[in-house]
């Protein structure tokens, strides 16, 4: 069966959209060429941290002060985590593998930022858990479940 007329033009529609646009956002694309310089760069543990914590100094001033207290949180409760940058994004690490990151809300032009585990984490619950958090706001009970996840996370 051949497609119709209006089904002809819709696809060659979304395909000159596409080329417009392009595939990716500007922001996934800015992402994608911080990921490239970060695999090219051969820098030592005290560098990577340096780097992470010259990242969150760049954010604006809601997303540097939960950038700050999440890290915080995060050295104090897996000291095995190395903190080095991911996408552009502060992440930490364990055996060179991603086990949580913070995305600050300008990143991708969000109304919130994220606090994630990748499935390096050890948080399996199941067939179903939560592996991104929304952040607004950090309270007493936010930063001691963040603890509890960081630390159950690195098992």
């Given at each position: ?26 922001e ?23 780097a ?11 997303d540097?002060?939960?950038a ?16 080095k ?19 600050d ?25 939560p592996v ?24």
């Amino acid at each position: 069966m051949s497609p119709t007329k209006n089904e002809q033009k819709s696809a060659k529609s979304a395909i000159a959209t596409n080329k417009k646009r392009g595939v990716l956002t500007d922001e996934e694309r800015a992402a994608m060429k911080e990921l490239v310089k970060e695999r090219k760069s051969v820098a030592s543990k005290e560098e990577d941290a340096s780097a992470v914590l010259a990242k969150i100094a760049e954010m604006v001033d809601s997303d540097r002060a939960m950038a700050k207290r999440v890290h915080a949180i995060v050295k104090a409760s897996a000291p095995a985590l190395s903190p080095k940058l991911w996408y552009g994004m502060p992440a930490y690490y364990k055996d060179g593998k991603v086990v949580c990151f913070f995305q600050d809300a300008q990143k991708f032009k969000s109304r919130y930022a994220t606090f994630g585990f990748s499935d390096a984490a050890s948080l399996d619950e199941g067939g179903l858990w939560p592996v991104a958090f929304a952040l607004k706001e950090l309270t007493v009970a936010t930063e001691a479940r963040i603890s509890a996840l960081v630390k159950k996370a690195v098992g």
